[in-house]
């Protein structure tokens, strides 16, 4: 039941979870004149370990639900390098930036976009069954290990496979406008810009004990430039100089997830929680936002079912990419092939980042 007690006061919907996912879908069912209640245990602003680079197209998805994320709150991406070893291969983004943003930061953009939508926001309420709630429509946004799933009888999987992501922030000035993404045995750094102090640090690897301060040194020059790693009030003998790091790790799972079904009676999962693609595509987000177009169109309607025709589809050209980008990831002769490739002909790559955020 909801820990504040009581039945729930009949609405249209009632979305569980608040973060980027549900209060996209809450957003998008007022446009569509239904009455919304969001319910979440934490309270704002909430966080994740993510990338937090938000590419033209996620930038474009947000729009069209009506939420604008003003440049001033980050810093514009140009494009994404990839890095390994000695080689290195760029593209920029065909017609638009991208954006680099704390996760926090754009939580408190999505929230104030819903207020003003006139969403009922519960926070500090942690929803524990079905059992309180008074709704035609129930959208479980809780994430990857979604309660939601379990209760409505859609935790069954086609395919799922599961990684570990960590970030924490360095107080440095960026070097580049790109996105950086970093290769080596068994795992990945994601670089971002996030304002013109600071740069997010995100680390996906298949070992769950793996932690940034760590996996940074064994990218030498990517070390150089964060000489100082570890929690806020440590520092780095290695150099006079010392790089601070502005925010405690955070962890996470990520999975490359895919269900048999996404609906089931009044009940509907989005996001994570409807299944997802492994991080290493920045496409988390991005999928959410147009998921929550059609979700909202179909409960107006009183008819999910095209939902759970489009929603399969969304997710084609996302899984798509992210299985490419894992071939570089299955060892380092496919990585040397790959670079090889990539490094040889620049314009593969410019096309695959094309199609990435078309």
């Given amino acids: 039941m909801i820990s504040m007690g009581g039945r729930m006061a009949r609405t249209d919907v009632f979305v569980i979870g608040g973060g980027p996912a549900g209060l996209a879908a809450a957003i998008a069912a007022r446009h569509r004149g239904l009455s919304v209640t969001v319910a979440d245990g934490n309270r704002p602003p909430v966080d994740k370990a993510c990338g937090e680079g938000l590419m033209p197209n996620c930038l474009a998805a947000a729009a069209k639900l009506g939420i604008r994320i003003p440049v001033e709150v980050g810093f514009e991406i140009r494009g994404i390098r990839f890095h390994c070893a000695e080689r290195s291969v760029e593209a920029d983004f065909p017609a638009s930036r991208g954006l680099g943003v704390r996760r926090t930061a754009l939580h408190r953009i999505l929230l104030e976009t819903a207020e003003r939508a006139g969403v009922e926001l519960r926070w500090g309420a942690p929803v524990s069954d079905f059992d309180n709630i008074d709704a035609r429509w129930i959208v479980g946004a809780d994430g990857t290990s979604s309660r939601v799933r379990r209760w409505a009888g859609l935790d069954s999987y086609v395919h799922n496979t599961h990684r570990f992501t960590y970030r924490q922030h360095y107080e440095v000035a960026p070097w580049t406008d790109h996105v950086e993404v970093h290769w080596a045995e068994g795992c990945q750094i994601y670089i971002t810009p996030t304002d013109s102090n600071e740069v997010g640090v995100a680390l996906i690897s298949r070992d769950q004990r793996l932690r940034v301060d760590e996996a940074v040194r064994r990218f030498p020059a ?137």
């Fill in 222 to 358: 990517l070390s150089a430039r964060l000489k100082a790693q570890g929690p806020p009030d440590m520092t780095c003998a290695c150099s006079s100089k010392t790089v601070p790091v502005t925010s405690r790790g955070r962890g996470a799972i990520t999975a490359m997830m895919r269900l048999h079904k996404v609906t089931r009676g009044n009940v509907a999962l989005i996001g994570d929680a409807s299944g997802s693609v492994d991080a290493i595509t920045g496409e988390g987000l991005c999928l959410a936002f147009k998921q929550a177009a059609p979700l909202a169109d179909g409960m107006a309607r009183g008819d999910l079912s095209e939902y759970a025709l489009l929603h399969p589809r969304l997710a084609l050209r996302p899984t798509m990419m992210a299985h490419i980008m894992m071939l570089l990831d299955t060892g380092p002769r496919m990585r040397g092939l790959g670079f090889g490739a990539l490094t040889a002909a620049p314009w593969m790559f410019e096309k695959l980042l094309q199609v990435h955020v078309s």
